[in-house]
């Protein structure tokens, strides 16, 4: 079975700190690994798309890393800023002809001032 | 943004009776989904659809109906509603289902009395 986990499960730093967050996933055979971001009270938002032969891609703040040996990702955020607080979401899609992509729980960051 | 309109966007409603949401695009996007999102569970497929009158169930289908009689429009309904269907519900489209990024809706608050 497919399966995404995300850790932690919630996290709260100060503004200005950085924070990383982890994605392990057992879907198969991989197509690409995105990270949402989803507001409170917004719906998600696609950050990054990662797909086998990338390791590492920015937007921004915002870096992804995929290490499809270990199936492993993270997601991590500079300098955070208030307006980080949300939900990051780790979904991965698979190769060969399925149209549901894996979604984990996600990870609630809080940002403190 | 993608062009995603849900309605109603908050619904009060009473056990037993019946209720519909609707999701309309205007992006002409083949896949549509339903996903329901509720503490602790993160979001989950109620029923996507990858063309007009192609439909199918995703991992909590039980107690929903959907319809897509035009490309736009993607209809949820709750044929007699209860309180476990009590949640935040998204629509999502996308180009190619496969691999493609999910466009989500603002959501649909339910709330089942």
């Known amino acids: 079975k497919n399966q995404v986990e995300q850790s932690p499960q919630s996290l709260i730093i100060l503004e200005g700190k950085n924070c990383t967050l982890q994605c392990n996933y057992t879907v198969s055979p991989f197509s690409n690994l995105r990270w949402y971001k989803q507001d409170t009270g917004r719906g998600p938002v696609s950050l990054t798309i990662m797909t086998f032969s990338e390791n590492t891609k920015s937007n921004g703040r915002y870096t992804a890393t995929l290490d499809a040996d270990t199936k492993q990702s993270s997601l991590h955020i500079t300098a955070s800023q208030l307006s980080d607080s949300a939900s990051y979401i780790c979904v991965v899609s698979a190769a060969g002809g399925s149209y549901i992509p894996t979604f984990g729980r996600g990870t609630s960051l809080i940002v403190h001032p | 943004d993608a062009g995603i309109t849900q309605s109603p966007r908050h619904k009060v409603t009473e056990t037993g009776t019946p209720v519909t949401l609707r999701c309309h695009q205007t992006e002409n996007h083949r896949y549509m989904y339903w996903y329901r999102q509720d503490p602790g569970h993160g979001l989950r497929l109620i029923h996507y659809?990858?063309?007009?009158?192609?439909?199918d169930k995703g991992e909590v289908s039980d107690g929903y109906s959907v319809s897509r009689s035009k490309t736009e429009d993607f209809l949820l309904t709750l044929e007699s509603a209860t309180s476990s269907q009590t949640s935040v519900y998204f629509c999502?489209?996308?180009?190619?289902?496969?691999?493609?990024?999910?466009?989500f809706g603002e959501g649909s608050r339910l709330t089942v009395l």
């Open positions: 659809s990858y063309g007009v009158k192609d439909t």
């Open positions: 999502a489209i996308s180009d190619h289902g496969q691999s493609g990024e999910l466009f």
